[in-house]
């Protein structure tokens, strides 16, 4: 299996009576259990796989009421049908928001949502439904309902009046919380590193030499791609032999696709991989090539071509489903499915949800007998989803509505331990052609768990950067190939959100439970504990050619922009205002960021061929990059991947600030290491290659405006085998302080406004006499709105150190 289940709690952890029963699972994390016959349940549940966890310290006092004590909560209970009355459980203060108790059934206003197990037809916002962190410092999970594992299979619960609950105990240890999560409800997969590139997706019936011309245009225009999805159209839909709507399919359409081996050949030459579209929900008709062999297989009699229906509580259907249908296809050009079920939770049997049939047994049969990493593309179908990436959000709406709730959205699925929603990026239906809109999807897509553009059948919808006016154009591909640049960087975050029970997209108030302007940005997030996103979800004024995002910098010393390499201090709310190609990403002082050094990778998500460090000096810093030791999903020949055998090759690279020496570890390619922000060579600047002084020949060079302020040091290529750099900026390197006019004077050239405005804006900013403040108060006195003035004033007060370098 795809994972273990160890769901039998250890029996000295329970505390049980005739209907109840108690598990102390750890001290901050309790199930409760009602049954009127008295028939508690041990199996594993599609939520909670392993209960087996060490036994924690507590007390119990048994008398007329039932008291369970821990360091952490107080339990009460009178012993009858849990009530809000009876069940009551008391935390310590200073583990809770209000130091208000817990009581069963009562619904919790400060609990921090969870997900939604589709966006389909969403226009802006939707309920997300419950996560187990919330502010009051508990939060209650009911898993009554879940199916259960029962030996290869599933069942649902057993008949009668039954109540199975797990409540959190966290406080505002919100990690803590998830860590906890996982080890109850199994850890997320490692994702194969195809996942983590660009995908590309549209409903339309492509022909065969059509798509690959298409994938071939995408090349030509230096955009990577990784994974090739081919909508439900691949297979016969509209044929007068289907008997049918045409939404279910096994049997290629040889009209759009005459050749599909070839096809499937052709975009693994690519380095590309595919998916697939299915519906499974109308069975296997007689018209599907494999009708007769998986009627033999079934014993279904096919004498009036009647059709196999669609039946994932049946053991035999799921075997030949998999091993048979699907397996055909396989075999010919699928490299995995997107598994498109949209007809709810219901099946044969009362409480077996298709879609979690259908997520569970395929991730498990596409691990099965196979030497890549699993994966699937589907809905989320409630807890415990997160062991079967990657999720499918659903046919959103084309409106700015629709992308400014998708930043929220995903950091709050972070919370029920859902961490690889993948959205339709630029939207599916309705809504009107806005190219800026689609420009700002792309761009957040860059910077979300997964990158993958798709539109609907429209001709005017469809994704292509070429498509769109030049300079919306130029933007999407920039930000695309960004995407594969960061593979490095993507991947290693991967793993460790895996090995480490993190999650690639957090919300604010995870890294800052005890401040409250950390649940006041919840657009706001923080990506593989590094980047600093805050979406831009307005479009541009029209005047100045800028959007604008209010955000909030928790209380560090400096921020870096990625895209400017301007400087902010931290502790403060702030408007950016930014111009098309640029987006409000931030690194913080002591931050190392590995990206592929290739302006324009390949296709595939291949190792790099050269690496590109970006350090952000002013506090010390350490980061790893992690690689499969055998190639696995990473090189790639023809349409074979190496076996993988889940070893990682391992870099490491640390900065001393006090020291100012930067050292790189296990470095096997050519590297560049750029420090952003840092606008001079230090004087005293020294490089080392396995303790060989190499100074006089790396390439040394400093780039200003317009490209984001940095120090280059580019280590020459090196022989085979792996290297370690040393780099000595000489004691406690500082971010340089950025000169904001040459910034400004272009901002200010690009607004359309009468010329007066300008020059007076201009004359008070580069007025030499005037005190930085005194400045800022004359632009506000000016009496011209926000959007001419919010501009100005975000970069003259960015840097506290402005104060002094600019009256000086």
Known sequence: MAFSMDPVANSEATVSGPTYRFTILTDRLLRYEWAADGQFEDRASTFAINRHFPVPQFRVIDGEDLEIITEHFHLSYNKQRFSPGGLVVHFSEKHTEWGAPWRYGIPEDLNLGGTARTLDLCDGRCDMGQGIISRAGHAALDDSSSMLFDRDFVTGRRAGDRLDGYLFCFGHDYRGAIKTFFAL????PVLPRYALGNWWSRYYAY???????????FRAHDIPLSVAVIDMDWHLVSHESVPHSGWTGYTWDTDLFPDPQAFGHELHKRNLKITLNDHPHNGIHSHEAAYEECAQALGHDTHNKDPILFDPT??????????ILHRKVEGVACDFWW??????????ISGLDPLWLLNHFQYLDHEKNRTTT?????RYAGPGSHRYPVGFSGDTVVTWASLAFQPEFTATASNIGYGWWSHDIGGHIWGARDDELVTRWVQLGVFSPIFRLHSALSRWTSK???????ECMEVMSVFMRLRHRLLPFLYTRNVLCSTEDELLVQPMYWVYPDVAKAYSFPNQYILGSEFLVAPIVEPRDRRTNLASVKAWLPSRSRYVDLFTGTVYDGNREITFYRRLEEYPVLLTEGTIIPMDADPAPRNGCLSPE??????????????????????????VDGSETMPRTGQYRRSTITFQQAEGRLVAEAIDRPVTFRFLSVTSIPENLKVDMDGIDITSYANVTVANYPQ???????????????????????????LSVIDPLPRLEHQIMDFQTEFEVKDRIWDVVTDKEAALNCTVGTLMALGYDEHLVGPVTELLMADRRQFLAYSG
């Not at 984001?708 to 500082?734: K, M, N, R, Y």
């Open 207 to 217: 022909r065969q030499d059509e798509y690959i011309g298409l994938m071939d245009k």
């Open 314 to 323: 049946d053991t035999r259907f799921m075997k030949v489903f998999l091993e």
């Open 185 to 188: 409800s199994g850890k997320q």
């Open 339 to 348: 598994i498109d079920w949209q007809q709810g939770p219901h099946s044969r």
């Open 708 to 734: 984001a302020p940095s120090l280059a040091v580019d280590c020459p290529s090196v022989s085979e085998g792996s290297h370690s750099f040393t780099i000595e900026l000489g004691p406690s390197p500082q």
């Open 464 to 470: 292509e950067p070429w498509l769109y006016r030049a």
């Open 610 to 635: 050269a690496l590109e460090i970006l350090v952000v000096v002013g506090s010390d810093a350490q980061a790893v990059i992690l690689e499969d030791d055998d190639g696995n999903d990473t090189r």
């Open 374 to 378: 699993p994966l699937i593309f589907s």
